[in-house]
């Protein structure tokens, strides 16, 4: 089952680890599932920092929206991401905004593949 890890695209040491957390127990077919659902929904710690760069030349918040904050990026995208101070910050943190999303991103998928969907 690392293996099938193993193919995600820019995965980070941390993210392996929570994803391995998540998959004890699953059974090959699981895991296959798992890690076709997460795939579509995970995001890549380089992707944030390349949509939060964006705040500071085009539209503000698009890292929120891609996160599925919709809340957020419309205050982003009202506020001017915060008078920039708020883009500022999720430029410097956006590996640990990365790794959250991900990490509930990782439950949702365990709960689908758990549930049998």
């Known amino acids: 089952m690392k293996d099938l890890l193993y193919t995600l695209k820019g995965i980070t040491p941390e993210e392996f680890q929570y994803a391995q957390h998540i998959m004890a127990g699953m059974n090959e077919q699981q895991a296959q599932r798992f890690i ?6 995970r995001q890549s710690p380089s992707n944030i920092l390349i949509f939060s760069l964006i705040g500071f030349i085009g539209p503000n918040g698009v890292q929120r929206f ?3 904050q919709i809340g957020m990026g ?4 009202l506020t001017f991401g ?3 101070i708020g883009t500022i910050v999720d430029v410097i943190n956006h590996k640990s905004l990365a790794n959250e999303h991900n990490q509930k991103a990782a439950l949702e998928c365990a709960q689908l593949v758990k549930m049998g969907m």
Do not use: A, D, N, R
């Open 74 to 77: 419309i205050l982003y995208l």
């Open 66 to 68: 891609v996160m599925g």
């Open 36 to 41: 076709m659902f997460y795939t579509s929904k």
């Open 82 to 84: 915060l008078c920039f």
